[in-house]
C-alpha cells in the first residue's frame, strides 16, 4: 500500500505563489510517477504536473506550463509544486497520486492523497 499526504495549501492573492508538498510513504519511492491534479467546485479532476521516478522527465498542462515547476525528491520521497503566477481559475482542491506506469491519465492512478485546498483571492 502506498500512501500519500499533500500539504501547503492556503489563500492566496491573485499573482502570488504557493507551494504545495506530498510526502509519499510505504512503498519503494523511486518506482513510481507522481502527478498533481486539481478539482474546482462543479468540475472534473483535471491533470496538472507530473514527474517520473528520474527528476529530469516533467509533464504539464498547458493551462499551468510556464507557471507551476514539479519536482521530486526521492531521498526524502517528497514531491513538490512550486505555483506562481496564481490565477483565480487555479482555485481548487489539489491532489497528488502515485502510480507504477508512466501516464498522466487520472484513471491509471492507483494511490491518492486527501487534497488540499488552493485558494486564489483576486
Known amino acids: 500500500q502506498v500512501q500519500l499526504v499533500e500539504s501547503g495549501g492556503g489563500l492566496v492573492q491573485a499573482g502570488g505563489s504557493l507551494r504545495l508538498s506530498c510526502a509519499v510513504s510505504g512503498r519503494p519511492f523511486s518506482f513510481f510517477m507522481v502527478g498533481w491534479f486539481r478539482q474546482a467546485p462543479g468540475k472534473d479532476r483535471e491533470f496538472v504536473a507530473a514527474?517520473?521516478?528520474?527528476?529530469?522527465?516533467?509533464y504539464y498542462a498547458d493551462s499551468v506550463k510556464g507557471r507551476f515547476t514539479i519536482s521530486r525528491d526521492n531521498a526524502k520521497n517528497m514531491v513538490y509544486l512550486q505555483m506562481s503566477s496564481l490565477k483565480s481559475e487555479d482555485t481548487a482542491v489539489y491532489y497528488c497520486a502515485a502510480e507504477a506506469g508512466s501516464t498522466t491519465t487520472k484513471n491509471d492512478y492507483d494511490y491518492w492523497g486527501q487534497g488540499t485546498q488552493v485558494t486564489v483571492s483576486s
Open positions: 514527474i517520473t521516478w528520474n527528476p529530469s522527465n516533467t
